[in-house]
């Protein structure tokens, strides 16, 4: 049986419905799978709701800290969470897996991002990505003190990073993910704006993870 501790943010461990859980250094995450159904009647509605079970387990996931306060800002004449559903089950193949990540929005908004965002192989540190950007702070709406948000997937495991506290005039900071070395991983970035409560639209980028 999955425990979870402390709320969504809190501890995870075992599996919880859809969603089983671990912690590696302190970060939890989860990985995602689809439910089985048994009463389907026809192929079509097996492959159907594989896509719609992964879906919807990845928003309850993301139910506090990105479904509420970024897109139920969103969304008119339904919630943020059926929103988010109905916006990314596309990205999802029949089997449940992800088939397409640019598909897949994590943050929706009209923040604007920084200039030339980069994610790039951290080559000193196994297992870590480098994040860097040109601040673009006072253009528009982009203030010194955005904060970077950053979620990243690999091979099912998906793993938000919220506490890292690097804001848009950093420029840069380097981030240990907890999926090893030797993978691939798609990272998505965007920025929140602690002051007006707005955010960007994410970021999609792969990297190769030494």
């Known amino acids: 049986m999955g425990k979870i501790r402390q709320g969504i943010l809190g501890g995870v461990s075992g599996a919880v419905g859809n969603v089983v859980g671990a912690t590696w250094k302190g970060i939890n995450y989860l990985r995602i799978k689809a439910d089985n159904y048994t009463d389907a009647k026809s192929e079509k509605q097996v492959l159907h709701r594989a896509k719609f079970s992964a879906c919807v387990a990845l928003a309850k996931?993301?139910?506090?800290?990105?479904?509420?306060?970024?897109?139920?800002?969103?969304?008119?004449?339904m919630s943020g969470y059926n929103l988010f559903v109905k916006t990314n089950i596309g990205a999802f193949g029949e089997t449940g897996d992800i088939s397409d990540f640019d598909k897949l929005q994590i943050s929706v908004g009209d923040l604007r991002n920084p200039l030339n965002l980069s994610v790039t192989d951290d080559e000193n540190t196994e297992g870590g990505i480098s994040i860097s950007w040109d601040d673009n702070s006072g253009e528009a709406n982009a203030l010194a003190?955005?904060?970077?948000r950053v979620l990243a997937i690999c091979e099912g495991d998906v793993v938000e990073l919220n506490n890292l506290n690097i804001t848009r005039d950093a420029g840069t900071v380097n981030v240990q993910l907890p999926f090893g070395a030797g993978v691939e991983a798609h990272v998505y970035t965007f920025f929140e704006s602690v002051e007006n409560y707005i955010y960007s639209p994410s970021i999609h980028q792969i990297v190769s993870v030494s």
């Open 145 to 148: 003190n955005d904060k970077l």
């Open 61 to 77: 996931f993301l139910l506090e800290t990105v479904i509420r306060p970024i897109w139920n800002r969103r969304a008119k004449k």
